[in-house]
């Protein structure tokens, strides 16, 4: 079983930045794939960043591109998120999930190729 908490969402102006945390557990979680998603009000879940389990491998979402990064530590056992000049749109939950089980150089950009979600964080972007 993998657990994952989402941290570092918050209230922010337009043009603002946040990272956002997601601590796992679990001895392997070098070997995870990660994304992050959000929902925002009356939305689908929609894929934000995807990235293989070594990271050298990454999915943008078009509306992300340029303006949010993921990383990870896996001595930590931790990925961020890190969003740049932000928008009201990015206003949404976001969610990180991880792939325990995945192949070398591959993202996933689906929901449901995901094995576990964490609670999600609220982030909200003020104009």
């Known amino acids: 079983q993998v657990q994952l908490v989402e941290s570092g969402g918050g209230l922010v102006q337009a043009g603002g930045s946040l990272r956002l945390s997601c601590a796992a557990s679990?001895?392997?979680?070098?070997?995870?794939?990660m994304g992050w998603f959000r929902q925002a009000p009356g939305k689908e879940r929609e894929i934000v960043i995807a990235?293989?389990?070594?990271?050298?491998?990454?999915y943008y979402a078009e509306s992300v591109k340029g303006r949010f990064t993921i990383s990870r530590d896996n001595a930590k056992n931790t990925v961020y998120l890190q969003m740049n000049s932000l928008k009201p749109e990015d206003t949404a939950v976001y969610y990180c999930?991880?792939?325990?089980?995945?192949?070398?150089?591959?993202?996933?950009?689906?929901?449901?190729?995901?094995?576990?979600w964490g609670q999600g964080t609220q982030v909200t972007v003020s104009s």
């Open positions: 999930a991880a792939r325990t089980d995945s192949f070398s150089g591959s993202y996933y950009k689906y929901g449901y190729e995901y094995d576990y």
């Open positions: 679990g001895r392997t979680f070098s070997s995870y794939a």
């Open positions: 990235s293989s389990w070594s990271g050298g491998d990454r």
